[in-house]
């Protein structure tokens, strides 16, 4: 079914759009909001929706979407989770955090739980080295890390929605 | 010499402090004021009086940054703010975004005015959802009193601020890939010349500054030009001002803090970062993002330049942390925030780590980048696998110096050094890992 936004998501598209110029460069924040509104994925369907809103080809959106980390080019779990392995992060444990989150959810990073609730990765660098180590969950950072926090944080989304 | 300030951190860590009234309270918006009270000339003039060299890792003087932008406005000009920090080590933007929002937009009035725009862009990396919030809370707060839109403290010229937001991509805190980002482009840098000043956003005249650069803007205005540039140990050198500094890794009390200019590696690892965890001994720093050269622990200042003088033959602990004086000792000051590691750290593991995130973070672009962080990075994970040969070991300098100077942007550069200073620096320990599979070395990067 082709994709299409509702009312709300509808009016702030338009005022994303007001923003610059021209229509083009509504592309990334417009991804982002279909994104949200698509499960959290781009799926074909957004991209032509995306294309024909901003009168861009829809070669032009892919190339976007498989250009940046945070398009999900396939449906994630409901919650994702983002753990930082770059050197400040991995100089305070953060390695061993992956391993933890490995175990404790039963997938390897990249992977989603059976249940399709949670999809682990690790990050690139969250630029809060000074709280590392750090994780992603959702929109949320959570920083000072310890494996009682990380079980806590996660037990918290596997009891939850 | 540590001499802290709180031109920038005076609201970390209290309530609200990202809301305007907290920041009005504490004297926020009398820069802007000043400024506007100002020719365009005479604001330029001030910025370059305080030296404030860019914050984003470049180093390059804001005032003259400014003054490089068409004098006469013929196409819209735009300001574009950097936030799409993520180098590793560096955490220093975020803290502003999220705590002091209000100076950023306070900071883009000038700086908009300062080369003739109307509108700022502020580019903030997806990742970061509070700072969006926050700064978007500040631009709703400071449109409803009227401080942005038509007549910002009753001065005909208008200034609008909105945030952007990427899409996670280390590539777009490039300033050339983050104009392309911005315009809804796939975040790859362009060849410059054309240089945004005379071809950027939207193929109009632009400024690119990083966030704490145009965060300090109403400070420079507050005290003046000249006032602030001498607060700092470095005014001779042209490096004015305070700044924040971060300090990460094996540190006791990792974080961030304001300081005046002239601020050793020593004051930031031993007095203000506490000293080394789990009292160890000091292995290596790498000064400003991972993009620096790495630095042992008893490394000695040899520069040939003359204003050096006084440094050489010293502990590179004890040289201030400078641009130029950096630069100009072989090394990078990059963004202030160092990483500490302590020896109880596998160098080996730790340059792996580091061309992992080149490797990962590469846009594809140019050859020599694309391919030789990936096989930087493949060699590397023979070595720590103990597979690797010491010709292997000798490839990694000959393919980091194949990517030196022969790509479109500085990352090539950035991924590069610390390849170069790591095989130089800690070539003993790799050729362990060659012999005997890391036999000597710990196999941590954690304590």
């Given at each position: ?22 229509k ?43 250009f ?9 779990g409901?919650h ?28 390897h990073v990249?992977?989603?739980t ?38 806590r ?9 | 010499?540590?001499?802290?300030t ?6 970390y860590?209290?309530p ?44 390059f ?20 703010i ?16 999220e705590?002091?929002?209000?100076s950023?937009?306070e ?17 903030v990396?997806?990742?970061l959802?509070?700072?969006?919030e ?10 409803a ?11 005909d ?16 805190g490039?300033?050339t890939?983050?104009?392309n ?19 950027g ?24 030009g ?6 700092s ?9 305070a700044?924040?500094f ?30 080394i ?9 790498i ?6 050269p ?10 040939t330049?003359?204003?050096l003088?006084?440094y ?17 000792a ?25 061309m ?5 973070e ?36 000959e ?5 030196t100077?022969?790509?479109i ?11 170069l200073?790591f ?6 320990q ?12 710990t ?5």
């Amino acid at each position: 079914m082709a994709f299409a936004l509702n009312a709300e998501h509808e009016r702030q598209l338009e005022d994303i759009l007001s923003r610059y110029p021209n229509k083009m460069a509504a592309c990334i924040p417009a991804l982002h909001l279909c994104q949200e509104a698509n499960e959290n994925w781009v799926s074909e369907d957004v991209i032509a929706f995306v294309a024909k809103r901003l009168d861009l080809s829809t070669a032009h959106v892919q190339g976007v979407v498989t250009f940046y980390t945070l398009f999900n080019q396939k449906k994630p779990g409901r919650h994702q989770v983002w753990v930082c392995h770059t050197l400040s992060c991995a100089l305070r444990g953060a390695e061993d955090l992956v391993k933890h989150c490995e175990k404790r959810l039963g997938v390897h990073v990249g992977e989603t739980t059976k249940d399709g609730r949670i999809t682990l990765r690790t990050a690139e660098c969250l630029a809060a080295c000074g709280t590392a180590p750090v994780m992603q969950v959702d929109k949320r950072y959570h920083e000072n890390l310890t494996t009682q926090e990380v079980d806590r944080i996660l037990d918290r989304l596997i009891a939850g929605g | 010499m540590i001499k802290l300030t709180n031109y920038l951190s005076h609201s970390y860590g209290k309530p609200d402090s990202h809301k305007l009234s907290a920041y009005e309270a504490a004297g926020g918006y009398r820069g802007v004021r000043k400024a506007l009270g100002m020719s365009r000339d005479q604001v330029i003039d001030e910025m370059k009086k305080a030296h404030v060299r860019g914050r984003g890792g470049a180093g390059f003087d804001c005032g003259t940054k400014w003054s490089f932008m068409p004098k006469e406005v013929k196409k819209p000009h735009y300001l574009v703010i950097n936030a799409d920090e993520g180098e590793p080590g560096t955490f220093k933007d975020r803290s502003i975004m999220e705590l002091n929002p209000h100076s950023l937009v306070e900071g883009c009035i000038i700086g908009a005015y300062a080369i003739g725009a109307h509108a700022a862009y502020i580019y903030v990396r997806d990742e970061l959802h509070l700072s969006k919030e926050r700064l978007w809370g500040a631009i709703h707060e400071a449109r409803a009193k009227g401080y942005l839109g038509k007549t910002p403290f009753g001065k005909d010229y208008e200034v609008q601020v909105y945030v952007h937001t990427g899409a996670g991509a280390y590539i777009c805190g490039e300033e050339t890939a983050l104009l392309n980002s911005l315009e809804g482009r796939r975040g790859e840098p362009r060849l410059k010349p054309p240089f945004p000043a005379q071809y950027g956003a939207f193929g109009n005249p632009s400024t690119v500054n990083n966030v704490e650069t145009i965060a300090i803007a109403p400070t420079v205005f507050e005290v003046g030009g000249d006032e602030f540039s001498k607060l700092s140990a470095l005014h001779g050198l042209n490096d004015g001002g305070a700044r924040l500094f971060g300090v990460s890794g094996h540190v006791k009390k990792p974080g961030l803090y304001e300081a005046a200019v002239g601020l050793t590696l020593r004051d930031l690892i031993y007095d203000l970062g506490g000293g080394i965890l789990g009292d160890r001994q000091l292995m290596a720093v790498i000064p400003g993002g991972s993009s620096c050269p790495v630095h042992l622990a008893d490394e000695i200042v040899n520069s040939t330049d003359p204003r050096l003088e006084p440094y050489n033959g010293k502990p590179f602990l004890d040289l201030p942390l400078g641009v130029d004086t950096f630069r100009n000792a072989g090394s990078m000051l990059g963004t202030c925030c160092a990483t500490v590691m302590s020896d109880a750290t596998d160098p080996v593991l730790a340059l792996h780590n580091v061309m992992r995130f080149y490797r990962h973070e590469s846009c594809g672009q140019c050859t020599p980048c694309r391919e030789g962080c990936g096989w930087i990075e493949r060699i590397l994970n023979k070595i720590v696998d103990g597979k690797g040969s010491i010709v292997e070991l000798d490839q990694i300098s000959e393919i980091a110096s194949d990517i030196t100077g022969n790509t479109i942007c500085a990352f090539g550069d950035g991924a590069a050094q610390p390849a170069l200073a790591f095989v130089r620096k800690f070539r003993k320990q790799l050729e362990d890992y060659v012999h005997t599979g890391g036999k000597s070395q710990t196999g941590r990067l954690t304590l």
